[in-house]
């Protein structure tokens, strides 16, 4: 096509742009065609960068569309765009009559050289590898260990990498460039995609391979992700633990900048301190927080909540990669999004996989069903919620589905104009390009994305071409002839769409939370097990007001109140689990190092977990959720109340006193490890003794160094979250719980505590209590023992199932636990075993599960026994609850009821129904022309499970359980 003035027909224009583009792709590749004035010899000329696009159909920006437009590019910016603006003097004329006209496509999370899936926490607890290593040196006695950082000046922790720029190892792959540039993109923001606190993001321009061409930003967005490296050997190896190191990298980088400001007041008074390049990146971070763009990827619905809380922590409003699973939790979305948050979504959407029978498909889940049903519809959500959304083709293993994925996003509800905003405006401001790209407005950079008549969002529609910086670049899709597709196919199309466009599947917090809530409760006629003072009261009334019982006895004389006829039933308290992992998201066990007290399972507490209406279903109401047995001191604990529909921070007790999980015996010196793991200390008993006197003399020290509130240079304090956890102990504020068999290291353990000036909660399992009984009792420590556990590993031979019983008779608070998700539902039973195993009154050994772990907890003023003025947490039974044919009829928890048995054909008929007619929609859309070209991944993204739904076999529950399975 001749430059000047001519206009060139519409069917010229496009069949002149290929050869155009061709004739000058030497030049647009030149390494730097701004600093030559005329290219080597054997080049071709530089092209012109003055063009003129006119009578195009053209989107200035979301909402604001020109028919008829001329677009005018001069030097790669924008130079004008009017309607029937005339083409300029001497300038290129493109005809674009049928075209439509984008500001160019941004994608905001771009993994370059690699395509990473989103981050998925479920793989949180990889396999052990040799436990030796450990940034946070305090193994108790001097060891070989290398430094697990990086080489340099740097953080300790080798996934703990703010200081990382994309930029510094930018190598433009031109493959993937043309991809995204096939699908309408023109910029990217190049992220960092590995470890915890990564680095930061690169934006730049898809036109050319060339680091120094490509780079328009070398530092936009800060990347933080809830995923430690797979398969390392150093800490942090669990999602909760990956959580505490970023925390703890984040006080650190308050407190370098506190140590170097007192430095430079005083050079002469005190040590120069040291240089961190980790540190000094990340301090502007939580120094000037409002001033850092900090991008967050959770992984998970619910970490998207723990993202936010611990960002807000230091005073960080985080933006979000988007899960994919944010449909179960729409409420929690909701509550985000009333926060400046941007979502990134990923659209990388399950299909569905090639069964080989319909036999096959009994073997798929409801929830796998309703999470390939809900894909579509999730990026409409998250915008409905109020919050603005980037889209991106991270995790898309092919790029070329992003159009179709977005289409199914499009006709699930989410709007052509959120869309675009999505592609353009949103990702433009979110990477501080704002004032570059986004829009087509004068002054800004000629990023175009040029589609048939149709428009993009019409998935027969082609991307014709992209400009980038005045640049065009042709697409393939525009070099081959458009395919007339026939009526008939194309209605079979029209029609496959629109029945995949009604969704089926049912939002997974329908039906949970209170079925009734009244403001005052009368429970009438019933035998009441107090596991108070009155003991077990027959033809008795319970009365209920706010959440608190005010009375237990006789019933009210006046009053308005919701009545429950208990005639011929059994009331007793909920019944409390002293030892408990069924609400933890990812691993329970931090194993990595010997003390990981930094660590808190109330980072990763699991609201969506069935284990909560099970165990409702069998009284259970409050439960001690326990780190793991891995490590001689493990991480905090976390007490919850099973409130079903609750969020996570909605189920923590409040005001329960803290607690944090030690360990004794084979599996913190790593006995049962297998043959290489024994390097890690200590590796013997008396070992474990010395590392507890080695960290309780650590955390004196800085208790007393806490009480200077400076070190003794005047220098200030740098706060340790594992030490500060150990002096909680010692100021006793935080209450263990350890793990124990033998007489002898529980007695040891006694005596090294006590030096400490240290009361011991309880000892869980405890399984040899009964031989050391009176000096449980002396001391004051409860026993939380198994009911009638034995004989499964050798340090346990000599457990007996009398010990409850006899520990009781000796003065020992004692209290049976589950240790398990399935015995949760069933802890009544347990408490009968105390009754058969040793004569226990069956009053007495209720309070196994009652009022007994409630008093072990501290929290015995809320729960455990119905007395006047504590919660309402009680159930119904239709008999004696110690008798093994007596059912848990209803659960109630603050006065509301979570659970009723009658409840339960309902809701098993619904829950059924839905997936049949899931199951029936997948078998018509798996015949339906769309489907047949999906890909190999996403078929196998159709099987993985979410976080929340993940039953983590072989490494959920605790150490022992692990045993119990490998044996």
Known sequence: MPPGNDLPTARSATNTLGRIVRSLSVGLFLPSLAAETFNAPGFNPNPSRHDSLVHARVFVKPGVELTNATVILRDGRIEAVEVGLAPAAGSRVWDLTGTVVYAGFIDPHLALGAKKPPVDTSESEPDRGNLTSGAPRFFGVPGQESDPGRPGPSHGLKDISPERRVADDLSPDGKVLSELREIGFTAANVVPTTGLLRGRAAAIQLGSTSPNEAILAAETTRHAAFAPTPGDEAYPSSLMGGIAAIRQALLDAKWYVADHADHAARPDRRPRPAFNAALEALAPAVDKPESSSFVFEPGSVLMQDRAFRLAGEFGITPHLVASGQEWRRPDLVAELARRPVTFIVPVRFPAIPKLPDDAAWEGISLDLLRA???????????????????????????????????????????????????LTVVPARLCGLGDRLGTIEVGKLANLTLCDAGGYFDPEARVRAVWIEGRLHETEASLTPVKEAKEEER????????????????????????????????????????????????????????????????????????????????????????????????????????????????D??????????????????????????ANPIGGQNAVIKLRDGALPQGLLLEGAPAGIKFALGENVKQANWGEKYVSRFPQTRMGVGTFYVNRFTAARQYQQARARGTLPDGSPLRRDLELEALTEILEGTRWIHCHSYRQDEILAFLRIMESFGVKVATFQHVLEGYKVADELARHGAGASSFSDWWAYKVEVFDAIPYSGSLMRDRGVLVSFNSDSSDLARRLNFEATKAVKYGGTPDAEALKFVTINPAKQLRIDNRVGSLEPGKDADFSIWSGSPLDSGSVCLETWIDGRRYFRRADEPARATALSAERTALIAKAKQIADGPAEAKATEAARKQFFVRALEQARHLGVSECQDCRVRQED
């Open 491 to 602: 209605k079979k199309k029209s029609t496959a769409r629109e029945f995949a466009a009604k969704r089926v599947a049912r939002s997974p917090i329908e039906g949970r939370g209170p079925s009734t809530n009244p403001p005052a409760l009368l429970v009438r006629n019933a035998t009441v097990w107090t596991s108070g003072p009155r003991g077990v009261l027959q033809k008795a009334d319970l009365v209920v007001r706010d959440g608190r019982i005010v009375s237990v006895g006789d019933a009210p004389k006046d009053g308005t109140f919701h009545v429950v006829d208990a005639t011929g039933l059994h009331v007793a308290p909920g019944i409390i689990d002293c030892h408990s992992h069924s609400m933890v998201l990812g691993a329970v066990n931090e194993a990595t190092l010997p003390s990981t007290a930094m660590v808190r399972i109330a």
């Open 372 to 422: 390939w049903d809900w894909a579509p519809e999730n990026p409409a959500l998250i915008r409905r919620s109020g919050a603005e959304i980037a889209l991106t083709t991270h995790g898309l293993s092919d790029r070329k589905s992003f159009r179709t994925a977005l289409r199914s996003a499009i006709d699930r509800g989410l709007s052509e104009a959120d869309a675009l905003a999505a």
């Open 604 to 629: 990763v507490v699991n609201s969506e977990t069935d284990n909560i209406h099970q165990q409702l279903a069998g009284g259970t109401t409050v439960a001690n959720l326990l780190h793991g047995s």
